[in-house]
């Protein structure tokens, strides 16, 4: 093909079958986009549970505010029920912080892990990328003797490359089966490895929701006018608002 | 009789917004005798005939003889119909006093301000500041109203709980929006890695209703709790003026109480003392209604929280299988894990520091050094009777030799420094003696002896050696000599001892680390460096 004239735009021969490199791409593919899940979940994750932290601490200061201040002192009730939500945000932010901890033990922990293996992979598919340069370039040079005519340095020449082609060809060989058995394996280890993080989850959120859900249910019952429902309550407040204006103290809006 | 003042003003309004009712006066009026008269006039009846009982009362005692049996009656008469008045007049003053200053300050412009300025006002207010300044440091004021003040403080104590309730629900609100949607979002992701995508997709549905509590959550407590504190926190800066106001009127009246009694005197008297009581009185009402509210609205809040846990729990509920322990989590995990790692692709593909330099590692064969005798208290007292304070060092960490003439050291024991070189000129190395042996250690293991700090320092010791250990553990020599090409390189003889600082260069390349000999700094190629361990 000397009379092309373009020879830089002559495609690379193709070595590799095209269905090899289409399953390699999938695969890697599928990988790769693992390793972005990964770590996007575990920025994710560790945003989530600190943003229970910052809900439980913000419970824990409205009971703290009120109960600093003068106001409980004089009155009983107030204080009474000041007292008992208190205890109530107290205990929810310990339970809040029990259960980040669960969190962080079995499921960001695992997640850096699993995390830990891509680097390596990354490697060896680089290796992989690398042997094949190698590869391309050594069957280059070996098409390009056995286009030459047959003279004896020629043949000679033609020899030694084909002698150093074999063992970079296996070696591409190789890395690229190991690669392409082990990708799916560890594609499909990933459900066995998250599916128990992912059982810890859910039971630690409910555990701590059902936990929460008995200590206010608790609260409720200790305030004292437990029988009013919020309709009550929010017309009582209204109620006692126009009452509030209509004290002349008050000021005109 | 006195309520009329207000309602009169009200009785305008509505009959202005019925022009119906109005039209059927008028025509009834036309229809009507001439001389009827108009509602204004009408309402104000009473007042005139209120005002002009004294005057009659007091022309007829005036000519009643002193002794004519019903002068008593008459006087007692018309001491009650003054009375009255003078009833009349406070209770009017002390609603024009509220309402002269209710009115809004912002809505004074600075020109109106300025134009309040006048010689009467400063005096007034220079007045009252030294009168402050008086109470400030001579103590209580002489016009003392126990009632008030306790009204005043449960005023402001009330005001700070509902601002500040205000503020804190508000914040616990946004983080609960935050934190909620955000751990679904995680609970999704993970899902997500953990199944495959055809199987078990009916989860995602409930998991999306447990989005919509939160929400119902956010508007419920706007309605229930923020919106009503919310309104009455704006309430709470009217009496407040009035109160300053007072305090202006309690001021005023002390100056006068000093001097003696004249009109200006009872003036200040009255004003304080009417608007004391108005504001005694309103404010018992205010303090106890904004009570109720506040409670009403705390309890809203402890309801919602409660509903909205369970209904979190539902959500969350519909998704667990079979629970699980703890333990066999991380079995699990650690076998899958296992597995993976030694699928051959990572395995022989692991990109850390210590395999790369693992090769020049191999050869080395395990020192077995021999069982050296450890420093004893009289070996100590030797050491501190024959040295002096400058000379004694102690060990940072344990030291194990490595070299001839290198000697062991358990951390903490006493050395006295003999020379500070070593037989090659290198001066980290010194020459020690323990009490029982001498021999060398490098010069970076032992800080100087001072027994009064001793506990502090190695307390504060111990925590830099953990933080360095996986540094130090390993220092460095140069296996073939290097030669710095610049100024950002450092020359390294052979077998030159550097202590690493970086195990890469500024871009992030691992072949260059950062080394340190001798008090230069400089990188060097990392594959002509060396390992040497100090286990």
Redo the contacts between chains.
């Keep these: 093909m000397s009379w092309i004239p373009f020879k830089i735009g002559q495609p690379k021969k193709q070595i590799v079958p095209k269905t090899v490199e289409r399953d390699f791409e999938r695969e890697y593919g599928k990988l790769q986009q693992?390793e972005e899940?990964?770590r996007?979940?575990q920025k994710?994750?560790k945003?989530?549970t600190d943003?229970?932290l910052?809900?439980s601490k913000?419970?824990v200061?409205?009971s703290v505010?009120?109960l600093s201040?003068?106001?409980c002192e004089?009155?009983q009730?107030?204080l009474n029920?000041?007292t008992a939500?208190d205890t109530?945000m107290k205990r929810m932010d310990a339970f809040n912080q029990e259960k980040v901890n669960?969190i962080q033990?079995?499921?960001i922990e695992?997640l850096k892990?699993?995390g830990s293996?891509f680097?390596?992979?990354n490697?060896?598919v680089k290796?992989r990328e690398q042997a094949l340069q190698d590869y391309r370039r050594l069957q280059a040079k070996v098409e390009k003797y056995e286009e030459k005519e047959k003279t004896g340095p020629v043949l000679a020449k033609l020899h030694q490359a084909r002698e150093e082609l074999r063992p970079v060809r296996e070696d591409f060989e190789a890395k690229n089966r190991?690669?392409l058995e082990?990708?799916p394996?560890?594609y499909g280890?990933?459900?066995?490895?998250?599916?128990?993080?992912?059982?810890?989850?859910?039971?630690a959120?409910?555990v701590y929701?059902?936990e929460?859900?008995k200590i206010?249910?608790d609260?409720?019952q200790q305030?004292?006018?437990p029988g009013?429902s919020?309709e009550q309550?929010?017309r009582?407040?209204?109620a006692?608002?126009s009452?509030?204006?209509a004290?002349?103290?008050?000021?005109?809006? | 009789i006195a309520q009329h003042h207000i309602p009169k003003k009200q009785l305008k309004v509505e009959v202005i917004l019925e022009p119906h009712e109005v039209s059927l006066l008028w025509q009834c009026s036309k229809f009507c005798k001439p001389n009827l008269l108009d509602m204004g006039s009408l309402m104000i009846k009473p007042i005139q005939r209120v005002m002009k009982y004294p005057l009659l009362l007091c022309e007829l005692r005036n000519s009643t003889p002193p002794s004519h049996p019903d002068y008593r009656a008459l006087d007692d008469a018309f001491a009650a119909v003054k009375d009255i008045n003078v009833n009349i007049n406070e209770l009017k003053r002390r609603?024009d006093l509220?309402?002269k200053y209710?009115k809004?300050d912002e809505d004074e412009s600075l020109k109106d301000k300025l134009s309040k300025l006048n010689i009467h006002s400063i005096s007034k207010k220079s007045k009252r500041v030294t009168n402050h300044l008086k109470i400030l440091t001579r103590g209580e004021s002489q016009v003392k109203d126990n009632t008030f003040n306790r009204e005043e403080?449960?005023f402001r104590?009330?005001e700070?709980?509902v601002r500040?309730?205000v503020k804190?629900?508000s914040?616990?609100l946004q983080?609960?929006q935050?934190?909620m949607p955000?751990?679904l979002?995680?609970?999704m992701?993970?899902?997500?890695?953990?199944?495959?995508k055809d199987d078990e997709m009916g989860y995602s549905g409930t998991l999306s209703n447990a989005l919509n509590p939160c929400h119902d959550f956010a508007s419920?407590l706007q309605?229930?709790t923020l919106t009503?504190l919310s309104?009455?926190l704006?309430?709470f800066?009217?009496?407040h003026?009035?109160i300053q106001k007072r305090y202006d009127k309690l001021l005023d009246y002390n100056s006068y109480l000093q001097r003696s009694a004249g009109d200006e005197s009872d003036l200040a008297k009255k004003e304080y003392e009417a608007l004391n009581a108005?504001?005694v009185e309103?404010?018992q009402?205010?303090n106890q209604?904004?009570?109720?509210?506040?409670?009403?609205?705390?309890?809203?809040f402890?309801?919602l929280?409660?509903d909205l846990?369970?209904s979190?729990?539902q959500a969350?509920?519909t998704?667990?299988?079979?629970?699980?322990l703890?333990s066999?989590?991380?079995e699990?995990?650690n076998r899958?894990?296992e597995?993976?790692?030694n699928?051959?692709?990572?395995?022989?593909?692991?990109?850390t520091f210590i395999e790369r330099k693992l090769s020049f590692e191999k050869k080395k064969p395990v020192q077995i050094l021999p069982e050296m005798p450890r420093q004893t208290d009289v070996h100590r007292s030797k050491l501190l009777s024959t040295y002096s304070a400058e000379e004694l060092y102690q060990a940072k960490r344990k030291c194990n030799a490595t070299q001839e003439y290198d000697i062991n050291l358990l951390e903490g024991e006493l050395v006295a420094v003999i020379e500070q070189r070593d037989p090659l000129g290198s001066t980290s190395r010194w020459l020690v003696d323990t009490g029982n042996v001498k021999g060398y250690v490098y010069s970076s293991f032992l800080k100087p002896y001072n027994p009064a700090k001793m506990h502090r320092m190695d307390a504060e010791n111990r925590f830099c050696d953990d933080d360095f250990e996986n540094i130090s553990l390993f220092i460095f020599y140069a296996v073939h000599a290097f030669q710095a090409r610049s100024d950002q390189e450092l020359s390294l003889q052979e077998y030159q001892r550097v202590h690493i600082l970086r195990f890469c260069d500024l871009s992030g390349n691992k072949e260059w680390w950062l080394a340190e000999a001798q008090g230069q700094k400089g990188y060097v190629p990392a594959n002509y460096l060396g390992k040497m361990t100090y286990a």
Excluded: W
Aim: hydrophobic fraction near 45%; aromatic fraction near 4%.
């Design positions: 693992l899940q990964t996007r979940l994710d994750m945003k989530s943003a229970d910052a809900l913000s419970a200061k409205i505010d009120l201040n003068p106001l004089q009155d009730d107030l029920m000041v939500l109530a669960q033990k079995t499921v695992p892990k699993f293996v680097p390596s992979l490697m060896a290796r190991q690669l082990e990708m394996r560890f280890s990933r459900l066995d490895y998250f599916q128990p993080s992912f059982e810890s989850l859910i039971r959120q409910v929701y059902s929460m859900h206010f249910g609260l409720t305030l004292d006018q009013h919020d309550r929010e009582e407040n209204e006692k608002l009452e509030l204006r004290l002349s103290i008050v000021a005109d809006d | 609603k509220v309402l209710k809004n403080k449960l104590s009330l700070k709980t500040h309730c804190n629900i914040l616990c983080h609960i935050d934190a955000l751990a979002q995680s609970v992701d993970l899902q997500e890695i953990s199944h495959n419920h309605r229930l009503p309104a009455l704006s309430l800066p009217g009496p003026k009035l108005q504001l309103e404010l009402a205010f209604a904004a009570r109720r509210i506040l409670s009403n609205c705390l309890c809203s402890i309801t929280l409660r846990m369970l979190a729990q969350y509920s998704l667990v299988p079979v629970p699980l703890i066999s989590i991380s699990i995990q899958v894990l597995e993976v790692q699928l051959n692709c990572v395995k022989d593909n692991s990109a």
